[in-house]
């Protein structure tokens, strides 16, 4: 055994590892050549790179077990910008003397067993210097295990603890090993990594690391020769590589490749001599951030004076920006914010003594200073605040900007907290509310990486919402909770429950808006502590008594905590008992937008809402536009990873017909990270009273008197609160609140005090005026830093690698603006004043914006940048100057501006990108490479004709940008050059000239990108890009001195005409008749002989044998083969000429194709007849058409929808009209098409005058004008409305025109066509709108015609149409391909019920069609409808459909028989008890305006008696002796002479049909009809959720109809008709009914013990000394106490006091049989 035992030991020695650590030995000293160089780029050869290369000797020698010293000898820095791999790096000689200072220090190390320690170096050093010793010692770290060979572990390093693996291979017989290890850089626990500025950007922790833009590795790779005693390494290699993917495409990558290479050299007998300074310790081996935070991505600056260099900069960005250089003063603004963070209190305040003054300086000053975001600048403002240094404006454009900039810090906070106390910020209350959301935003920039947040930053903020809740002030807790919400800790949610009612009964007592504002403060919380508002806000959503917007608000901030599916289950459980159908739709609607998502981070909620909308009814789907809805516009490309939503939260209130919550919001995704982009609320509350008549008395009538004493024989009833009208706004930006506002009545008033002195508005418009009076004149500059991103991590040679982005924009305004009206306005002045003035206007206008934004990715460091910049422009520039004079009373409007005299670049955006070298010692000498080799192009001089374009796929430059030839009577020119080589370089200079007016405007395209290596996105934004709109001055025989626009309107606008003509022709007739004047106009615009073309073209084509065409397969061919419709004639049989372009072969197409069609044609017509039931054969698409609604109903689950043919309701008609196409040039032979020529009058100026002319002319020095005119003719008197407008050259010489022409033909159906070119005759597009049947259904037909248009159109159209098919799959909608006329478009929408209609949309070549889309109002409508027929006066249907959807809106409760029909649309049976008032609407807001009464005699129950009171009015309308009688305040009345109050409010009574019908509008009352047998009431809008009685609430909960005076909701309709009932004096002829509560008689057994039950609500009984005569049986809830208890039934009054514990059926009783008692006098 023991022999065993040894053997096994020998083994177990021979076999093991030998000792890989690299190990040095005391007192010698061994010499590394260290090599190493980083570069930035495209992947590829032969393009530009950036990077740097660092060079030297190092020695290393042991000075005891751990401690080491490294020496740096010789160090070489080189930088390399240009071509990889030709160009070779450039030395840097005076960055390498900097460096060398540095570097040339002894650096003392900790290393034991291959890992590096603790690093020591001077105390002086700079941090870079460190971390490029932590490059070379990171070589140096080695993990071995002895046991294996390959393996894994975290491993520190210079870029943190990251997963490594390793793998070894040991060649014993050599005694020599190879060590590789290799490092995943995105897969690290304790990553070195910093972001600055993206604190509002959140990561999503769940999504997998594969997505990721951004991936990194390095391998290490070791040479290790070793014997017993030691193990040496000879030489080490290390290579890194970044990929960054902006738009995540694998092959779109910009990369960072950095090489390291360390080889023995020789190893010395001499140690290194020990430092004779001391060494601090500087940490480990991982990376430290510092000073290159500092520096910007900017070009570097070095920092000698900052006074003197702040002074400079600020003089060059105003110079810069006054000569219109607006880049160079966007990068030296970024430069002065960078002196600015450094700059010190004092040298602030030198520098604004020096230019505070001055205005052009003032705004970019401080700008800068609120873009620094130091601890200084941050003072600073706060000490010229308190000293009111700045107006209110600058202060509240400054403060928002410097607290999203500033750096949080304890510093800053304690400053920002100061603010809050600032007295002259307490004063202003628009500085108190920025400067609360402005802290709260700022703590939470500074708690966003830490669990806890301090308590001593959030208690200002909690000090305030509990001294708001002392006060009751809802101004101030509603700024605490919106600023607590800003700061977004869960530390705060004791204080925001002290807001709900739910968790404090105190709160109950609070307005809505402050419930609903605690609510959303849960928002940003939930990103920190989910769970917890998880278990909030789904408490508050399950809360019945909570308003509803309280409780929507609740449910999207529980869909904000993404809750898993037992949670979104559970709501949707409670939604199928939800009594408030306002929660249920928004929540439905919300689940339904959320399953539909694709957004990675919300997969899982998705899920589960698409699980949980399937347990719900798809009823809740069909609601209306007047229940809440969610709704949601978004995508997301899992190909990019980037997306965006918007979503519109619109809240419902039962008291208002439309949203009174619009919460809107725009979110962005975007590699695993989002965004809130923008969020913008409104929030309304009883604005319905501002349309309204005001200042009505309703508390001095007698019926507000009245209705306050019925309400207390109302047991448990209570008017509604009264509704202040309010309106409330919010703005967030990048999640963070940074303004609201509360406008009620009082803000209006002190506002207008504020301004004018008084609270009429009146004097505030001519305040208004006199200042526009005295002049407006000034210069306006708003400079800002928009943001600042920056992402850096290290790279194994020790230099940061960075990734950022900064933006400027600048907003600039020079006015100066003159205006005098005369006569001068009087003391007693009245706004239509100014319908009787003179206005002369003088005004030179220039607005300007610019947004530079600059992207870096490389090396940023405070001695040295290298890597890739990107540059992008967008520039806006404008000029208005213009004299105006405006007369009102002659309605004349003159506008005279000055022409084009130089060129004007209006609009331009630009982009750029370049390698970049930079260093600080040789500032001035910057390196700046393109990174495609700049290449001298062979650019073709001949212009790009549209024939001649490619139409090879992909060649989006020749296919997507159409270069065409306008034609016009301006004889303009288009140029458009396309220059290539091998696909790098692209131009385009599209021009339209007008030599008339002198200006030419063009658009220049400009690129050179690499897209030709690789089709990404990044390749096409790689290089130069450029796009820019022009204006430019046109060469022109005559100059031209301004340019004049002249509207005449009403009786003068013919003379305008005339004498521009007059003007032109020197003609002397001032004195013309008006027949005279007619044809004069006829003549000077051209149209006499372009009618007398169209009469011809009439004749002629009356005896022309009509021909069909056949269909053209090309959507948009040429005019050459036009077709009006199926069944028209040509369109060109017309033309002047008599010419019929085209060739034989195409007419002979046509004239077998009209054979073929004929017959079709013949069985259309038999089909549209109305009687018929039958199908026509099957048209030339294949389709079948049918009619009737027999037919429909049969075969509509069979066929499609697009199958079915419209039929006109005019074509009943025989005689009815179609369109006096007087400026076409075609005819239709069946009367299908749009464009036909009829008999009669072609001109309405043969019989009307112009109402409107425009004349724009520009006036030449010794030339006659020229320009256009414009004319428009209309006739609205006739039963055929119509208007005509002319536009043509007032030169007379050019015979292009424009005409347009549109009338309504009857009241079914309008038309409309656009001609133009020589004589209004080359071109033409035709409309018509027409109402009728689809398919049985009511229907709407819209159709576009285009028998010839220009090529332009047909371009352009052509490109849109390639996108129809896609965009109809998107939004679900289906296709078929099927032939049809081919210059014809139809729309048929379909109303097949009254939220729901059916869509087709018929092109030449594709149909496109869906069914039962939703609509968001309803239209009264039913199958079947019959389209009227008869005569009617114009705009008859379309003026009916926008007031049936008015009407629609407007509520209405009927009664017939024992029918009774409420407000929300539910219908119930109830049988009225004889003589008993029932009261059916009573305005149950605190204005109490009216109530109605209904109940049915004794002696007549078929007939029912109506009492009304309005103000001091008292109406009674009954029947007797089968007539209906009047009585108004108790006197008889005539009911055949209208009544008409003279009160305040309006009231008339007048007959109507075999009834009466009273209108009072002003007290809510549209129309009450009564006839005896029928009741209906009529209440507006504005009354919504201000009912009350047995019509119900009108507030569209039809769940809680049967709500009782007391609130309580009845079992049923009888218990719910019985509870309006008014209790009287059983005397004669009154009501013998009244409510008592009830007991159970027998025994009831609850909880196992022995019980009496009382009714919650008290049932109608006779009253005493009454027998019953007739019951019916009700549902009651019954509140039981123990059977020995004492409990007095009388004494129970209200369900919340008292509980429901059973629900039993009683007898109640609906007639009783009583002794006559004589009433009381």
Request: some cysteine; charged content about 20%.
């Amino acid at each position: 055994m023991k022999g065993l035992i040894l053997a096994l030991v020998l083994t177990l020695v021979g076999g093991q590892k030998q000792d890989l650590e690299p190990v040095f030995h005391i007192g010698k000293t061994y010499l590394y050549g260290y090599d190493s160089f980083i570069l930035h780029g495209l992947p590829g050869r032969g393009l530009a790179m950036a990077g740097v290369r660092l060079t030297s000797k190092l020695e290393i020698s042991r000075l005891s077990r751990s401690d080491h010293l490294l020496q740096i000898q010789s160090p070489k820095l080189e930088e390399y910008n240009g071509f990889w791999p030709t160009d070779p790096f450039t030395p840097s000689s005076r960055l390498t003397e900097t460096i060398t200072a540095c570097l040339s220090q002894a650096f003392k190390f900790e290393y034991t067993e291959g890992r590096v320690g603790s690093i020591y170096a001077p105390e002086d050093c700079p941090i870079l210097c460190t971390n490029l010793v932590r490059g070379i010692l990171n070589m140096m770290q080695i993990t071995i295990k002895k046991s294996q060979n390959v393996y894994e572990l975290q491993e520190a390093g210079i870029e943190g603890v990251c997963q490594t693996r390793y793998v070894i291979q040991d060649d014993g017989e050599n005694n020599r090993a190879t060590i590789s290890k290799s490092k995943d850089l995105m897969d690290c626990q304790e990553r070195a990594v910093k972001s600055v500025g993206m604190a509002y950007i959140r990561p999503c922790p769940t999504c997998p690391l594969k997505v990721r833009n951004i991936k990194g590795t390095v391998i290490f790779t070791y040479k290790m020769k070793y014997d017993d005693s030691r193990a040496l390494m000879t030489s080490a290699t290390s290579e890194q590589l970044y990929q960054i993917s902006p738009f995540n495409e694998p092959s779109g990558v910009a990369v960072m490749e950095a090489r390291q290479e360390l080889s023995l050299v020789a190893i010395k007998r001499t140690p290194i001599s020990a430092p004779k300074t001391q060494l601090q310790n500087q940490g480990s081996l991982r990376y430290h951030f510092s000073g290159e935070l500092l520096q910007m991505p900017i070009p570097l600056v070095r920092i000698k004076n900052p006074d003197l260099q702040l002074t400079e900069t600020l003089r060059q960005v105003v110079q810069n920006n006054k000569e219109g250089a607006t880049k160079e003063a966007s990068v030296k603004f970024l430069r002065m914010v960078q002196l600015l963070r450094i700059a010190t209190l004092d040298q602030i305040e030198s520098l604004w003594a020096q230019f505070a003054s001055d205005p052009p300086y003032r705004p970019w000053l401080l700008s800068g200073i609120c873009a620094a975001g130091a601890t200084n600048t941050f003072r600073f403002l706060k000490q010229k605040i308190h000293d009111g240094k700045l107006n209110i404006w600058e202060a509240a454009a400054t403060l928002p900007l410097a607290s999203h900039f500033v750096t949080p810090n304890k510093q800053t906070l304690e400053v920002a907290s100061s603010f809050l106390t600032c007295p002259e910020i307490r004063k202003a209350p628009l500085l108190r509310i920025l400067v609360y959301l402005g802290y709260g935003s700022m703590v939470n920039k500074h708690c966003a990486q830490s669990s806890l947040c301090p308590n001593e930053l959030l208690q200002p903020l909690h000090d305030l919402a509990t001294e708001a809740i002392g006060k009751g002030d809802a101004k101030d807790m509603a700024l605490a909770l919106k600023a607590i919400s800003n700061a977004g800790e869960p530390a705060s949610i004791k204080r925001i429950l002290k807001f709900l009612p739910t968790f404090s009964l105190a709160a109950a007592s609070l307005p809505n808006r402050i419930h609903a504002d605690a609510v959303l403060a849960l928002r940003k919380i939930a990103r920190k502590d989910p769970a917890k508002v998880r278990e909030i806000s789904l408490q508050v959503f399950m809360d019945n008594t909570l308003a509803p917007n309280v409780r929507m608000v609740a449910c999207v901030v529980l869909f904000e905590t993404k809750p898993a599916l037992p949670v979104v289950t559970a709501m949707a459980s409670s939604l199928l008992t939800e009594p408030s159908l306002q929660v249920a739709s928004f929540t439905y609607s919300h689940m339904k937008a959320l399953a539909v998502g694709r957004i990675p981070q919300l997969y899982n909620l998705s899920a589960a809402c698409n699980i949980a909308i399937k347990l719900l009814s798809p009823r809740l789907d069909r609601l209306s536009y007047r229940y809440s809805k969610v709704i949601h516009v978004g995508g997301y490309s899992s190909e990019y990873q980037a997306g965006a939503i918007w979503r519109v939260y619109l809240m419902n209130s039962p008291s208002s017909m439309f949203p009174t919550d619009i919460i809107t919001k725009v979110r962005g995704y975007y590699a695993n990270t989002a965004t809130d982009i923008i969020e913008v609320a409104l929030r309304s509350q009883g604005l319905t009273k501002l349309i309204r008549k005001q200042n009505i008395p309703f508390a001095e009538y007698d019926t507000h008197k009245a209705l306050k004493e019925l309400s207390k024989t109302l047991l448990g009833w209570k008017e509604l609160p009264p509704e202040d009208p309010m309106l409330s706004a919010y703005i967030k930006v990048l999640g963070q609140e940074i303004a609201f506002v509360d406008v009620d009545k009082d803000a209006i008033q002190q506002t207008m005090m504020s301004l004018t002195g008084s609270s009429n508005w009146q004097p505030v418009l001519k305040k208004v005026v006199e200042e526009v009076q005295r002049g407006i004149s000034g210069r306006w500059t708003l400079p800002a830093m928009v943001g600042e991103l920056r992402h850096i991590v290290p790279t194994v040679l020790g230099v940061p690698l960075e990734l950022g982005l900064c933006g400027t924009v600048l907003a600039q305004a020079a006015a100066d603006v003159d205006m005098q009206i005369s006569p001068p306005l009087s003391d007693n002045f009245r706004p239509s004043q100014l319908l009787e003035t003179n206005m002369d206007i003088h005004a030179d206008i220039k607005p300007k914006a610019y947004i530079h934004m600059i992207a870096m990715m490389g090396i940023n460091t405070q001695y040295f940048q290298s890597g890739l910049e990107f540059h992008a422009e967008f520039s806006a520039n404008t000029t208005t100057k213009f004299d105006a004079r405006i007369n009102m009373k002659e309605k004349n409007l003159k506008i005279e501006t000055p022409p084009c005299h130089q060129e004007v670049e209006l609009a331009a955006v630009r982009s750029e990108v370049y390698a970049i070298s930079r260093n600080m010692e040789e500032v001035d000498s910057e390196k700046k490479s393109q990174l495609l080799p700049r290449e001298v192009p062979v650019i073709s001089d001949q212009s790009f004709q549209p024939s001649e374009r490619s139409s090879k796929p992909g060649s989006w430059k020749q296919s997507s940008i159409p270069s065409v030839i306008f034609e016009g009577y301006q004889q303009g020119s288009e140029e458009a050059h396309h220059h290539t080589v091998g696909g790098r370089f692209y131009t385009l200079v599209f021009c339209r000239k007008s030599e008339n007016l002198g200006c030419s405007a063009c658009l220049s395209l400009k690129s050179q990108y690499s897209a030709f290596l690789r089709n990404t996105y990044l390749h096409k934004l790689v290089g130069e890009l450029e796009a820019k709109i022009v204006l430019k001055p046109v060469h022109t025989d005559a100059d031209i001195d301004k340019i004049q626009l002249e509207i005449q309107a009403g009786s003068k606008a013919a003379s305008k005409i005339i004498d521009v003509a007059r003007s032109r022709s020197k003609e002397e007739d001032a004195t013309s008749p008006y027949e005279d004047i007619q044809a004069t106009l006829k003549k000077i615009l051209g149209i006499e002989n372009m009618f007398k073309a169209s009469n011809k073209t009439r004749i002629r084509t009356k005896r022309i044998e009509r021909k069909h065409k056949a269909a053209d397969t090309d959507l948009w061919a040429g005019p050459g083969a036009t077709s009006l419709s199926s069944s028209s004639s040509s369109s060109t049989a017309s033309s002047a000429d008599g010419k019929e372009p085209g060739n034989a072969h195409e007419k002979d197409a046509r004239r077998q194709s009209g054979k073929k069609r004929g017959s079709r044609s013949r069985t259309s017509s038999s089909v549209s007849s109305a009687s018929s039931n039958s199908c026509s054969s099957r048209d030339h698409s294949g389709d079948r058409h049918c009619s009737g609604d027999r037919e429909y109903s049969s075969q509509q689950a069979n066929l499609h929808v697009f199958r079915f043919g419209f039929k006109s309701a005019g074509e009943q008609d025989p005689e009815r009209e179609v369109l006096n196409s007087s400026i076409s040039s075609s005819s239709s032979a069946s009367g299908e098409g749009i464009s036909t020529a009829v008999s009669q009058p072609k001109f309405l100026g043969d019989s009307k005058p112009p109402m409107l002319a425009a004349v724009l002319r520009a006036i030449h020095r010794n030339e006659q004008p020229t320009g256009l005119q414009l004319v428009v003719y209309t006739d609205m008197q006739s039963m055929r409305s119509r208007m005509q407008m002319f536009v043509s050259s007032i030169t007379g010489s050019s015979r292009w025109k424009l005409c347009a022409d549109a009338s309504v033909v009857n009241s079914h159906k309008v038309l409309g066509s656009l001609n133009w070119g020589k004589d209004c005759q080359d071109y033409q597009i035709a409309a018509q709108i027409a109402t009728g049947q689809f398919a049985a259904y009511p229907a709407m037909q819209m159709k576009l015609e285009w028998p010839k248009v220009p090529l332009t159109v047909r371009t352009t159209a052509r490109w849109l149409y390639s996108f129809l098919p896609g965009a109809a799959y998107v939004l679900g909608y289906s296709q078929r391909q099927q032939r049809g006329p081919s210059h014809q478009a139809t729309l048929v929408v379909a109303l097949t019920s009254p939220r729901t209609c059916d869509v087709v949309l018929k092109l030449p070549e594709l149909t496109i069609y869906n069914r039962a889309i939703g609509l968001p109002l309803s239209f009264p409508s039913s199958p079947g409808t019959p389209v009227p027929t008869l005569p009617s006066p114009d705009w008859n249907v379309f003026s009916q459909a926008t007031l049936s959807i008015i009407e629609n809106l407007k509520a209405r409760c009927s009664v017939f028989q024992n029918t009774i029909t409420t407000f929300n649309g539910v219908r119930f049976n109830y049988s009225m008890p004889a003589n008993c008032y029932h009261i059916l609407v009573q305005d149950c807001s605190p204005e109490l305006k009216f109530l109605v009464m209904m109940k049915r005699p004794e002696e007549s129950s078929d007939f029912t008696e109506i009492n009304v009171r309005l103000a001091s009015h008292e109406v009674d309308m009954y029947v007797s002796n089968g007539l209906i009688q009047l009585k108004i305040n108790g006197v008889q009345a005539p009911t055949d002479v209208p009544y008409t109050s003279n009160s305040d409010a309006s009231m008339l009574i007048s007959s109507k049909k075999e009834g009466l019908s009273l209108k009072a509008p002003d007290y809510g009352i549209e129309e009450l009809y009564y006839d005896g047998h029928i009741f209906e009431i009529q209440v507006a809008f504005w009354m919504a959720g201000k009912t009350c009685g047995v019509c119900g609430k009108y507030d569209a909960e039809k769940e809680r109809e049967y709500q009782m005076p007391s609130g309580y909701l009845a079992k049923d309709a009888v218990s719910f008709g019985q509870s309006w009932i008014i209790s009287e004096e059983t005397c004669a002829g009154a009501c013998k009914l009244q409510r008592k509560f009830i007991k159970i008689e027998k025994p009831v057994a609850f909880e196992k013990k022995a019980v009496k039950c009382f009714s919650v609500e008290p049932v109608l009984h006779c009253a005493e000394g009454c027998s019953t005569t007739s019951t019916v049986s009700v549902s009651v809830g019954f509140h039981c106490v123990p059977a020995g208890s004492a409990l007095d039934p009388q004494a129970q009054t209200r369900l919340d006091q008292k509980s429901e514990d059973v629900v039993s059926t009683i007898s109640a009783h609906t007639a009783c049989s009583c002794q006559q008692k004589p009433c009381p006098a």
